[in-house]
Structure formats: structure tokens, C-alpha cells
């Protein structure tokens, strides 16, 4: 996923992404913009834990890549004027090196795992006792004499990240008191984002530019940016350095990305299953394969965007390209309807 220009949409961070992130990552939750309902409550949180000189309660936070999950783990510690940990669920491949992070924890630190769905069984296990009662249980020697000492460790608090909930497991998620899903932004949130950002940057744009961007980002804060990278190369290399509307659409138009934000993967995914497969029901594994791509990648990425807008629905018996999707394509949806596998 590092392939920036190859995919000007995924929403998965490259190198690239990493660097700007941090430059354009707002610091606190006055500057986080939109997920109205995820920043009233986590403020309340956040609060409440400040008044009583408490760890906050170990926080989930779900939704799909580029939404603003890593954001949101810094904006808490930040808050809280408290030390972050990151870390993420492969990255901790034994018992052995939770133990070595844990440990290293003082009081009210945060400890953020993305990716948390990933975390092996094992360190799964003993993460739980952490979580629950601040301590870390090992296990001395072997066999019949093996004997297990608990390891007391600082009160932290535990904020995890996941782009596949469903994934996570129940004793897993029993461990967070608090949980929060975000959601795509809408345009204008992601033109507030946008303006922002090219603020920061010291990069003049028109008012026109930042929304047709908002337009063609997919509700995803991380796109935006992106976008409004590729257009400031863009208005460096061919125009007087200033985002224009012409040069956003130009911009737009070497990217392949559509009026409404679709860009080539989407549109193969929604002819694949229309030309190969009549337009569904057919298995994600299916869709993948003819594609060469991972189903993962196609499930947690592209998928979500293209059910939200209605271009793609899931049925019990597989996927479908709706009636959206054909006209999208210029194709002609077939009579009565390409929706039909929702009703078997
Ligand atoms: N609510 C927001 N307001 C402003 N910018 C945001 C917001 N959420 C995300 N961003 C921008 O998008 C980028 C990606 O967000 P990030 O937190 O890394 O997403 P995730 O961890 O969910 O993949 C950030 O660097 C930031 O610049
Ligand atoms: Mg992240």
C-alpha cells in the first residue's frame, strides 16, 4: 500500500501520508473536526477522569482506515497531558513484549494498539489481567514446579484501534468501558479539513477547489490531504503555485478520479462483478482473485465507500452491483433489476 500514485484513494497510510499526518494531525478536540457525537462524549470522558485524577476507562475506536482513529488516540493524551505508548497488534508477537511495554508504563499513560484486532491469542490473554486489574501474571519455570507471580503494574489506559470490529474478540471488547465508531465526514467537514490543511501548508486555495476535493475524497480526512498534496505538485509544476478549480480538476483528471470520487480500483471492482459475474451475487474471495488483489484489502477498503454510496450491496449469498453502479458505468442494468440476490 506504499504505491502513493497506483492509489490515489486507498485510505491506508504510506510513507508519505506518515510524514504530512504529523504536520497536519490536529492536536486537540477543539481542533478535530466533526464525529460530533465521538467528540461530545470522549470530552465528557476525558473530564470527568481529569476531576477525579483518574486513569481514563480503556477506549476502542472503530471505523474504517484514514477516519481519524490514530488522531483521536493522540488528541487523548494530549488532553490528558499524559505520555503515549504506540504500538499495534503485530507488532507484539509474544508475552514476552507486552510485558517489556507494560512495565514501561507510568501512571495514567496511554498505551495505544492499533490495529488491535491482529494481536495473537497469547498476548491477547495476557493483556486482559493488564486491562482489568493492572497487573501482569508470569509465569515462573516449567512443568510441575512452574509457579506464577503478578507483575503490578502502572494505571494506564488501554486505547485501542480497529478498522474490522467484527474481528475483535468478545472478552476483548468487554475490556473497553468506552467504545466509539467513526463514521465517513461529510463534504463539508472534509472542505473545513481541506482549507485547513492548505493553511498549513501555505498553500492559497479557492473556495471552489476545496470543495470539488471534499467531493472526490470519499469521506475520508486522509484522501483529502492526499489530494490536496497531488494538486499543490500539480499547481507548482504547471500554474503559479495557487489551487485553482481548473487546476483541482486537472489534478483530478491524471489521478483517474471520477466525480464522485471513485477511483480505477472501485470502478474494476463494480465492472468485475457486472461484466464477469452479471453484476452478482459473488463472493468477496471471487471478486478478489479475478482482481489480483487481497480480499482483505478489497473488504476493509474499497468496500466500505461503495456500500455507503450505495454503489455495491452484501447479501447473504454474496455481493451485488446495484442499479448505481451500472449507470455510474454507463452500463445498462439488466430488467428486473440487478438487486435481486437481496431477496433470496
Ligand atoms: N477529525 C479530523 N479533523 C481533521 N483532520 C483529520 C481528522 N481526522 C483525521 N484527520 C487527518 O487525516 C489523517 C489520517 O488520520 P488518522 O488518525 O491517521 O486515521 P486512522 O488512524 O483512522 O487511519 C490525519 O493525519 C489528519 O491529518
Ligand atoms: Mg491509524
Do not use: W
Request: proline share 6%.
Amino acid at each position: 500500500m506504499t504505491d502513493d500514485d497506483g492509489r490515489p484513494l486507498d485510505p491506508g497510510a504510506t510513507n508519505e501520508d506518515e510524514q504530512f499526518d504529523r504536520t497536519l494531525r490536529p492536536r486537540s478536540l477543539d481542533d478535530y473536526v466533526g464525529q460530533e457525537q465521538v467528540r461530545q462524549n470522549l470530552g465528557i470522558l476525558l473530564e470527568a477522569a481529569r476531576r477525579r485524577g483518574e486513569p481514563v476507562e480503556h477506549v476502542l475506536l472503530s471505523g474504517p482506515p484514514g477516519l481519524g482513529k490514530t488522531t483521536l488516540a493522540n488528541i487523548i493524551a494530549n488532553e490528558l497531558g499524559v505520555a503515549i505508548r504506540t504500538t499495534s497488534g503485530p507488532a507484539i508477537d509474544h508475552a514476552g513484549a507486552l510485558a517489556s511495554i507494560l512495565t514501561n508504563l507510568n501512571d495514567r499513560d496511554i498505551l495505544f494498539i492499533d490495529e488491535i484486532h491482529r494481536l495473537n491469542a497469547t498476548v491477547e490473554e495476557a493483556l486482559y489481567p493488564a486491562m482489568e486489574d493492572f497487573a501482569f501474571d508470569i509465569v515462573l519455570g516449567k512443568g510441575a514446579g512452574a509457579t506464577s507471580a503478578r507483575l503490578p503494574l502502572a494505571r494506564f489506559t488501554c486505547v485501542g484501534a480497529t478498522t474490522r470490529q467484527g474481528l475483535l474478540s468478545a472478552p476483548m471488547r468487554d475490556r473497553f468501558g468506552a467504545s466509539y465508531r467513526l463514521d465517513f465526514y461529510t463534504h463539508a467537514e472534509l472542505e473545513k479539513i481541506v482549507k485547513r490543511s492548505a493553511r498549513i501548508l501555505a498553500l492559497e486555495i479557492d473556495e471552489e477547489a476545496a470543495a470539488e476535493l471534499a467531493k472526490r475524497s470519499r469521506g475520508t480526512p486522509r484522501i483529502v490531504n492526499r489530494l490536496l498534496r497531488r494538486v499543490r505538485d500539480y499547481a507548482e509544476v504547471r500554474a503559479d503555485g495557487k489551487a485553482t478549480l481548473a487546476v483541482t480538476h486537472q489534478a483530478l483528471a491524471m489521478l483517474e478520479i471520477d466525480e464522485l470520487g471513485l477511483e480505477p480500483l472501485d470502478r474494476r471492482i463494480l465492472e468485475t462483478m457486472i461484466q464477469k459475474f452479471r453484476g452478482g451475487p459473488v463472493g468477496l474471495d471471487t471478486i478478489a482473485t479475478a482482481l489480483s488483489e487481497e480480499p482483505e484489502t478489497i473488504e476493509d477498503v474499497y468496500e466500505p465507500f461503495l456500500m455507503q454510496n450505495g454503489f455495491l450491496a452484501r447479501t447473504p449469498r454474496g455481493r451485488v452491483a446495484t442499479e448505481l453502479a451500472y449507470r455510474h458505468l454507463g452500463l445498462e442494468p439488466p430488467a428486473g433489476g440487478p438487486e435481486q440476490g437481496r431477496l433470496l
